[in-house]
């Protein structure tokens, strides 16, 4: 060991970790709780995001709903009657096709094929899966076929969903109800019309028609139409309060399920379409045009009234030669006479009676709810055409319109717009006319039906009260006046109350020698055969029929027994 | 502080609105489910409604009544209908009148 001391040096070591305040403008406290900021800000964005993702579930699952069935290309809504019974409606179907390119056992597949459908024309078959594109193999099976061909498990055979439209009411709404095509848009009737709402909603659309009536009236007019051999014919019940339509036929009809073409004119809407001249039932417009104008009174006489007039060179004469020369207002509408009518009708004059039609809506096009409306013949009113048109020749409108006209006069001269969709509003009626016209005219209706004199005694069915006119009229083929009939018989009931207006008309109907007429006058009489070929020997029976079969279902279900 | 308040009470806000709606689901899934069933359900009574239709038409009835019942339903005149009024354990009967 050295002697050296050894030693010991202490030094004091100056501090290298001097705190030095950072000069820096970094603040380290506000970083950190910018941090927890940001992540609880992270957090938030993703319940955000999730709460936005939940929000817009719902709204998706209805847009798909949506998807499946507004937005579906073949969707239309269903129509009912007013006591909710389907008049038409889409039902979905299912449509089996096969595709070739999936087949691996052909064989096996056409026999399994062939169990199920026996009746199939399997060579056609085999030939369309030769082609090697898909087909459609069955078109709207049934369930339980299609239980069985998806217990094959075959992968070639594909099932579609599809939806058809079907008419369960055959030809019976037909006229109202039209057709559509193949790309589903309606080419005639309410299907055409309503197109674009049937399309859009999904609640079916109520109209205004019952089923049962439309049935018994249909019923009636083909039986009719096979006694009188018409060529057509047309009935319209109407309530008069509000013009909703209880009825609308026309004959001849279709099926809309057959998905016809229609170009045949004999299958017309007689009853909306078809614009016909209907003779003596216009004498009640005149009639009440004069009463309106508080120009005459139900008794008023007309005296010394000639057989026959000349206009312009053409006779104006009396059906019946039989009829009196003096004769009171109400006498001239029971025993429907010419030459009264054109004296009442030159009483009112031209302006007034232009007016009062006009009210009616008898000359201009009517605003209907289905395209399929007639436009009445342009009317040159002067001297002469006022002398017509007042006993309804050379004039021309629609049984519609004729229809709507009457249910005007009788219901205490209140506006109405003839309905077949039904609306749950009423909306106020406007009065147009004299409240004396209703009551004047309704006793001379009722008259009609049961007097000696009148004309439509074949429709006095017991405790229905029904009033009426007649109209017999020359038929214009090509702007000529030829021998055929148009015969109309517009009925109204009951008359102490007046609730319908049943409009009937028959095309070119022809008397019947075998047809046996039960009068209903209680005198029992029977006759046989048809005596002439008139309204009151034609229409008056159907109407008569009609109201038989309608009368009570129209007296309990909607009289005021509810 | 005062921020930190604010702060938190968004999140927890947000926090309890998610958690209320994430418990909603449930109740969604149930409300899909039932209306998907009430929409089967329907179809089912269109389609028997439109039988039934068809099956109580005017021409069946009238089929009906010809093969079964020709001889026991027969048309009343409505000169014979009656109506019933009941006030207070009298009844009072008076002529129907359309």
Known sequence: ?562 | MKKFSVIFLILSLILFTAIIKNSTKRIDDEIFSTKENIRGLKKNFEDIKLEYDYLSSTYKLLEFHRLYFDKELFKKDIKNFMIINEKKNSLKIKQFKF
């Not at chain 1, 007639?374 to 002067?382: Q, R, S, V």
Request: proline share 3%; aromatic share 10%.
């Open chain 1, 1 to 562: 060991m050295s002697n050296k001391d050894s030693r010991i040096v202490i030094e004091n070591q100056e501090n290298d970790f001097l705190y030095k305040k950072n000069k820096s403008n970094l603040n380290i406290t506000f970083n950190r709780i910018s941090f927890i900021f940001f992540i609880f800000l992270i957090i938030g964005l993703i319940y955000s995001i999730h709460l936005i993702h939940l929000g817009s579930r719902k709204s998706k699952i209805e847009n798909s709903d949506n998807l499946n069935q507004i937005s579906n290309k073949l969707y239309r809504a269903d129509i009912v009657d007013r006591n909710q019974k389907y008049l038409v409606k889409t039902i979905n179907s299912i449509d089996i096709g096969i595709s070739p390119s999936k087949i691996i056992d052909e064989k096996k597949l056409l026999i399994n094929l062939k169990l199920i459908f026996p009746d199939k024309n399997y060579f056609e078959v085999q030939k369309r899966i030769n082609k090697g594109k898909f087909f459609y193999f069955k078109k709207n099976i049934s369930e339980e076929n299609y239980e069985k061909l998806m217990q094959l498990g075959d992968k070639s055979i594909e099932p579609r969903d599809n939806l058809i439209r079907i008419y369960p009411q055959k030809n019976l709404f037909s006229h109202i109800i039209g057709q559509i095509d193949s790309d589903n848009n309606g080419i005639s009737g309410l299907e055409k019309s309503l197109d674009k709402k049937l399309k859009s909603i999904r609640e079916p659309i109520k109209l205004t028609v019952d089923k049962d009536i439309q049935y018994l009236i249909r019923r009636e007019l083909i039986k009719f139409n096979e006694i009188f051999r018409t060529k057509g014919s047309a009935a319209i019940l109407m309530n008069v309060t509000d013009g909703e339509i209880l009825s609308l036929v026309s004959l001849p009809d279709f099926n809309p399920n057959k998905r016809e073409r229609i170009s045949d004119i004999n299958f017309i809407n007689r009853a909306t379409k078809g614009v016909y001249e209907f003779g003596s039932v216009f004498k009640t417009f005149t009639l009440a045009a004069a009463f309106d104008s508080k120009l005459i009174e139900p008794q008023t006489e007309f005296i010394d009234l000639p057989k026959s007039l000349s206009c312009a060179g053409f006779p104006i004469r009396e059906y019946d030669n039989k009829i009196p020369s003096n004769l009171t207002a109400e006498q001239i509408l029971i025993r429907s006479g010419n030459i009264g009518s054109v004296r009442i009708g030159q009483k009112v004059g031209e302006e007034k009676f232009k007016l009062f039609l006009n009210k009616l809506g008898i000359l201009e096009k009517i605003n209907f709810e289905i395209e399929e409306v007639g436009k009445p013949i342009e009317f040159n009113w002067g001297k002469c055409p006022l002398a017509t048109a007042s006993f309804g020749h050379g004039i021309t409108t629609t049984l519609l319109q004729l229809a709507k006209a009457y249910s005007i006069i009788v219901n205490g001269g209140y506006h109405i717009q003839p309905r077949l969709i039904k609306i749950d509003k009423k909306n106020d009626r406007e009065k147009i006319l004299n409240g004396e016209v209703s009551k004047k005219i309704l006793s001379i209706l009722r008259k009609i039906v049961t007097s000696k004199e009148g004309t439509a005694s074949l429709a006095n069915v017991n405790g229905y009260e029904i009033g009426g006119k007649t109209g017999t009229a020359n038929k214009i083929i090509d702007g000529i006046y030829s021998n055929k009939k148009i015969n109309t018989f517009v009925s109204v009931f009951p008359t102490s109350n007046p609730k319908f207006v049943l409009a009937v008309m028959l095309d070119e109907s022809q008397n019947n020698e075998n047809y046996i007429y039960n009068y209903r006058d209680g005198s029992n009489f029977k006759l046989k055969g048809s005596p002439r070929n008139t309204a009151g020997w034609t229409t008056v029976e159907v109407v008569g029929q009609i109201v038989e079969k309608i009368g009570p279902i129209l007296a309990t279900k909607y009289g005021d027994i509810n």
